[in-house]
């Protein structure tokens, strides 16, 4: 995954710096921000965000008066904490609850991968002796019921949809209650792709949530998503009040930056990333971990307790 | 948006620390837009140029001069230098004595719009009265067959007229390996021959850029189906790694074969922000088609280089 260069070009920017037997000057933490800047860009990390972080972790440093090794700390500490911030929120997901219905509902973009993604999800919860159906309500996209039928056939899943039924509200309403008579425990609405400039869409969403009302939203979003991620994230956000993230291709060179930035624009964790097109090419997705991981180092704990 | 230039005030000598300060402005706007940050500096190293070459000159001109020299490159940059004059080229080989139809293959990574730009191009050629063969070399993607079929059936129901309903039709193989795939293409190009076909278009599966796996097959298809054009979809969605996935479509067909053009879809859905097609086309030298801008078959427009380089200026 390319996050863990980023991880590399962040670590020998800081090492640079407070590795150095000389003292800290004001220029090297410049040429350090600069190179950390540059990494975040290249990862499609919002510039917005960039800057802020650039200006925060500057003020943080120049304007502590402490010498010598205890500054190098300092700087690794600042910098750390600010980016784990960025990937990091406190919001904890929604845990599903064994005899009982968790609607798990789907939104995001268009060809982000939520139908490619119900299924993994399904999988999932199958694998944890969850009884776990599939209703499809995109009524929009040629092909939709078609393919969520094949990819749930193939994983054995039960699913609900309609080649005739053309208000994706009501054939949410019904598969949801159909699912629910049947003590389902896990069901996962699949919706159609929309973006926050078609009001009507989005005005669709609110109401195919209305009418399954979801113990859990998911957004989907597709990891090479660039500059666009926050603005959409943080519309989707007001609109559905989705509870996760799901990332998905993040097995290309997608470099997960602009869903960082949705993290950070909308305070929600990431909870499973998507690794491949098919269903077992799923990973579950830990914050803490994965900073640690990206930033090369395994005592995250420790660093941050200083 | 431009406003930090305004912060320059006429009658002083730019001194190297000043037009790097420009440069930096001008990259981060470019970067705001989308633009990745390699590209960015490889376009504003030009404007560095210029902005030394009016070293002598007034404050005021230098902003003149760098947001002047930024439009003129992305301009340049985004103006096509071969002809994008499809119905033309097609004219001219169905005119020939062969009258082999045309073929047009559709490639690019997953979920960026092929399928449904492809019948978008569908619609508009059918407008143009061309008989237009539909073919499904996507036998892997679940529902990529149907998702054709479904195209195809709305396009007949577009018309009542009997004859156009007989214009356009969806061949198909089902779902299966690569094999099949270059299969399925050559037997598309025998029906269409034998049934009087203008132009055939070719769906591929979505795949990954950086997978040799997936993109290895590209250049059989492409000796199978050996086609008249290839046109990659891009998204307008896609960051940074929009640059590599258009120079690694670019050389997936081998050392004498290129694509030949892009359509960039989802541009409604970012605003201003239509950096990646900067990525692409600066990348690779290939031009834009069209642009798609919505979920329906008329949401298909050639792009306008003047509005891009007003959203990306703006
Ligand atoms: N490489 C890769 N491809 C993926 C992944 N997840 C989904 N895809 C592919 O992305 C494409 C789009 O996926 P879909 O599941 O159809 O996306 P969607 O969000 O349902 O699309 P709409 O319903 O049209 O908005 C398909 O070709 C999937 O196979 C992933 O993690 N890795
Ligand atoms: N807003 C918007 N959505 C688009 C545009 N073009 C395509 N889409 C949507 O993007 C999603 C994916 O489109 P497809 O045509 O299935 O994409 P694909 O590249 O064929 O996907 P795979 O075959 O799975 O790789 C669908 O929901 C389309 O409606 C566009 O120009 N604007
Ligand atoms: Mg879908
Ligand atoms: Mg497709």
């Known amino acids: ?306 | 948006p431009f406003s930090f230039l305004q912060n320059y005030i006429g009658g002083k000598t730019i001194t190297n620390a000043d037009i790097t300060k420009t440069i930096e402005l001008l990259n981060n706007h470019l970067i705001k837009k989308n633009v990745s940050p390699e590209i960015a500096s490889k376009i504003t190293l030009n404007i560095q140029k210029n902005l030394l070459g009016s070293k002598t000159r007034t404050w005021e001109s230098v902003e003149l001069t760098a947001k002047r020299s930024l439009a003129e490159e992305l301009q340049k940059i985004l103006t096509p230098n071969t002809s994008i004059d499809l119905l033309h080229e097609i004219q001219l080989k169905l005119n020939s004595k062969q009258k082999n139809p045309y073929v047009i293959s559709i490639v690019g990574v997953n979920g960026v719009g092929k399928s449904t730009n492809l019948s978008k191009l569908a619609f508009w050629l059918l407008q143009n009265n061309l008989r237009v063969l539909i073919c499904a070399c996507d036998t892997f993607r679940s529902g990529a067959v149907e998702q054709l079929k479904t195209h195809v059936n709305n396009l007949k129901n577009l018309s009542i007229d009997e004859k156009i309903k007989n214009q356009i039709e969806l061949f198909e193989g089902g779902y299966g390996g690569s094999d099949l795939v270059a299969k399925i293409a050559k037997s598309a190009i025998n029906y269409a021959k034998e049934n009087q076909f203008d132009v055939i278009l070719m769906d591929t599966a979505g795949r990954r850029h950086n997978d040799a796996r997936l993109m290895a097959p590209l250049q059989s298809f492409a000796r199978a189906a050996n086609p008249d054009k290839i046109i990659m979809v891009g998204e307008a969605l896609v960051g940074t790694d929009s640059v590599q996935q258009a120079r690694n479509f670019n050389k997936a067909f081998g050392a004498d074969r290129t694509l030949d053009f892009f359509i960039i879809s989802k541009c409604d859905t970012v605003g201003d922000l239509i950096g990646s097609m900067v990525n692409m086309v600066y990348a690779t030298g290939i031009p834009i088609l069209f642009v798609g801008i919505g979920q329906t078959y008329t949401d298909l427009r050639t792009l306008s280089v003047d509005w891009a380089v007003r959203m990306l200026m703006s």
């Open chain 1, 1 to 306: 995954m390319v996050l863990a260069d980023l991880g590399r070009r962040i670590n020998a920017a800081v090492a640079q710096v407070t590795s150095s037997t000389t003292s800290v000057e004001e220029a090297d933490i410049d040429t350090m921000l600069k190179e950390i800047s540059r990494a975040l860009l290249e990862s499609d990390v919002n510039i917005k965000l960039v800057l802020k972080l650039r200006d925060s972790i500057k003020k943080k440093i120049v304007n502590d008066k402490t010498p010598g090794l205890n500054k190098k700390k300092l700087i690794q500490k600042t910098v750390f904490d600010e980016l784990c911030a960025l990937v990091d929120c406190e919001a904890q997901p929604y845990k599903p609850k064994k005899n009982q219905a968790n609607v798990i509902m789907f939104v995001g973009l268009q060809g982000a991968g939520k139908t490619t993604t119900c299924t993994k999800l399904a999988v999932y919860y199958q694998k944890r002796n969850f009884k776990v159906g599939l209703v499809c309500a995109d009524t929009f996209r040629a092909g939709a019921f078609d393919q969520l039928k094949q990819n749930a056939t193939k994983a054995r899943i039960p699913f609900f949809g309609s080649y005739t039924e053309t208000d994706p509200v009501e054939v949410a309403r019904i598969g949801v209650e159909k699912f629910k008579k049947q003590k389902f425990e896990i069901i996962i609405v699949d919706t159609s792709g929309r973006h926050r400039q078609e009001k009507e869409l989005f005005k669709e969403m609110v109401e195919i949530g209305d009418a399954v009302k979801p113990q859990q939203t998911v957004m989907v979003l597709d990891g090479s998503i660039g500059q666009s991620a926050q603005q959409q994230a943080q519309a989707f956000k007001e609109s559905s009040n989705f509870g996760a993230i799901i990332l998905t291709k993040m097995d290309g060179e997608a470099k997960g930056g602009g869903a960082i930035s949705a993290v950070a624009a909308t305070k929600t964790p990431i909870i499973f990333i998507g690794t491949g097109e098919h269903t077992q090419d799923f990973e579950t997705f830990f914050p803490k971990q994965f900073i640690s991981k990206l930033l090369g180092i395994g005592d995250i704990q420790g660093l941050m307790e200083h």
